[in-house]
């Protein structure tokens, strides 16, 4: 037999056993940065979603009973009102007059990073965060710039000196036989930049015939057009537009 050839010292060495217990075993630890860096992105795209692009929202209250019901869940857009203003028939949610009226200003004030925690999920339920200038609300346009606008005690609507039917509306402020009752009237013209907003349950809801500072809504205070119903699921589909106020002459080129 040959005796065994010697190995040359230059050549390449085989690796050494790697046993269980050996550092170079060991899958190399994740940062706990990458975890967190994931989750901030998340959040970050989320609430850029929401902020500029769409969200969703549910019905609090009966003010737009019978077409919303309470507990409803709305999906509401963000990018039409930035092209162009909203029109009559359409359901917006903007800020509560808490943020913007005058009179209310004075007791209620807020700022832009409590309103965003606030509204976040489950910080809201927090006793003591609640503040109502941070709050949102849920109306249908009926009135825009330039509108000469007349409601009368029963809630009913008069625009540019016509009479409007608006079949959505179901539940009219009760009244008497002088024709008076609780809900208070309205007549002026819709200044520029502005909206005229009212529950679709005229009866029960807290709208522009009742807030101390002034009936109009300003258009920067709008959040967005609400446009589709999600839940419950057996109603499902477009909020679409009532026509009802199309066909009123306009004022003003409005």
Request: hydrophobic residues 40%; aromatic residues 8%; proline residues 12%.
């Amino acid at each position: 037999p040959h005796p065994p050839v010697p190995q040359d010292p230059s050549s390449p060495q085989p690796p050494p056993a790697v046993g269980p217990d050996s550092p170079a075993a060991q899958p190399p630890q994740e940062s706990p940065w990458l975890f967190w860096r994931g989750v901030l992105i998340t959040l970050v795209v989320a609430l850029g979603i929401r902020q500029f692009l769409l969200e969703a929202r549910y019905i609090p209250s009966g003010s737009m009973l019978p077409g919303l019901q309470i507990q409803d869940r709305l999906l509401v857009e963000k990018l039409s009102y930035r092209n162009r203003a909203p029109r009559r028939g359409e359901i917006v949610v903007f800020h509560a007059p808490h943020h913007f009226d005058p009179v209310l200003l004075a007791n209620h004030r807020s700022s832009a990073l409590g309103c965003l925690l606030v509204n976040l999920p489950l910080v809201g339920s927090i006793p003591g965060l609640q503040n109502p200038a941070c709050d949102a609300y849920i109306k249908r346009v009926v009135a825009v710039a330039g509108d000469h606008v007349v409601v009368d005690p029963r809630g009913q609507l008069t625009l540019n000196g016509h009479r409007v039917a608006e079949p959505y509306v179901k539940n009219w402020c009760p009244v008497d036989s002088q024709g008076m009752g609780p809900c208070r009237t309205l007549n002026g013209v819709v200044p520029a930049d502005q909206v005229l907003t009212l529950g679709d349950n005229r009866a029960n809801s807290w709208d522009g015939r009742f807030w101390p500072g002034g009936a109009f809504l300003p258009r920067s205070e709008i959040i967005g057009r609400a446009f589709w119903r999600f839940y419950p699921f057996n109603t499902v589909g477009s909020l679409g537009r009532a026509e009802s106020g199309s066909g009123v002459a306009p004022r003003n080129g409005h």
